[in-house]
T-cell receptor, first 110, second 113 residues
Framework: GQSLEQPSEVTAVEGAIVQINCTYQTSGFYGLSWYQQHDGGAPTFLSYNALDGLEETGRFSSFLSRSDSYGYLLLQELQMKDSASYFCAVDNNAGNMLTFGGGTRLMVKP | DAGVIQSPRHEVTEMGQEVTLRCKPISGHNSLFWYRQTMMRGLELLIYFNNNVPIDDSGMPEDRFSAKMPNASFSTLKIQPSEPRDSAVYFC???????????FGDGTRLSIL
């Protein structure tokens, strides 16, 4: 089966940097995705890593180490609007079927 | 461009009733997914279609749940009969093809009394 572990909650202040970790155990692995979900909203895609290394998209970056079955999402220059839940998700077959982690609730304080 | 469109946005019904949730994927997307989200179980994949064909329905919880995709622009998720434990937010998502980001609809918030 598949399992993903990520912290349930993280708190940080505006302007700071926060890292949300994700470790996974899956029977197959094609890539690791990150999605953001605001309260009452829909998940929205942030980033995808298929290969080891860092992917940067503006204030957000995502890292993957396949050998360690580990990845993280890095959020820089935090803004209040970044308060949301962040989900890592493993794509464990070529059909883009995703298994989601339990989500990390990020609270950004002034 | 219009995103994934789901209806209804909210549904409240009594247990035992049939519930039908609807989804219109983004035009040109070949893959469609149905998810269920609850506090206890998180975001779970129920079923996945590719080119209108169900590929994997291992996440469908029981025979009371069924899903169809009669054409490329429409899918339904049906629960019959519904039970209070089916209360959740149901999301539909689509993607252009494999290994592409999934685009989620706004979800249907379902409450079974």
């Amino acid at each position: 089966g598949q399992s993903l572990e990520q912290p349930s909650e993280v708190t940080a202040v505006e302007g700071a940097i926060v890292q949300i970790n994700c470790t996974y155990q899956t029977s197959g692995f094609y890539g690791l995705s990150w999605y953001q979900q605001h309260d009452g909203g829909a998940p929205t895609f942030l980033s995808y890593n298929a290969l080891d290394g860092l992917e940067e998209t503006g204030r957000f970056s995502s890292f993957l180490s396949r050998s360690d079955s580990y990845g993280y999402l890095l959020l820089q220059e935090l803004q209040m609007k970044d308060s949301a839940s962040y989900f890592c998700a493993v794509d464990n077959n070529a059909g883009n079927m995703l298994t989601f982690g339990g989500g990390t609730r990020l609270m950004v304080k002034p | 461009d219009a995103g994934v469109i789901q209806s209804p946005r909210h549904e409240v019904t009594e247990m035992g009733q049939e519930v039908t949730l609807r989804c219109k994927p983004i035009s040109g997307h070949n893959s469609l997914f149905w998810y269920r989200q609850t506090m206890m179980r998180g975001l779970e994949l129920l079923i996945y279609f590719n080119n209108n064909v169900p590929i994997d329905d291992s996440g469908m919880p029981e025979d009371r749940f069924s899903a169809k995709m009669p054409n490329a622009s429409f899918s339904t998720l049906k629960i019959q009969p519904s039970e209070p434990r089916d209360s959740a937010v149901y999301f539909c998502a689509s993607s252009p093809h494999s290994n592409q980001p999934q685009h989620f609809g706004d979800g249907t918030r379902l409450s079974i009394l």
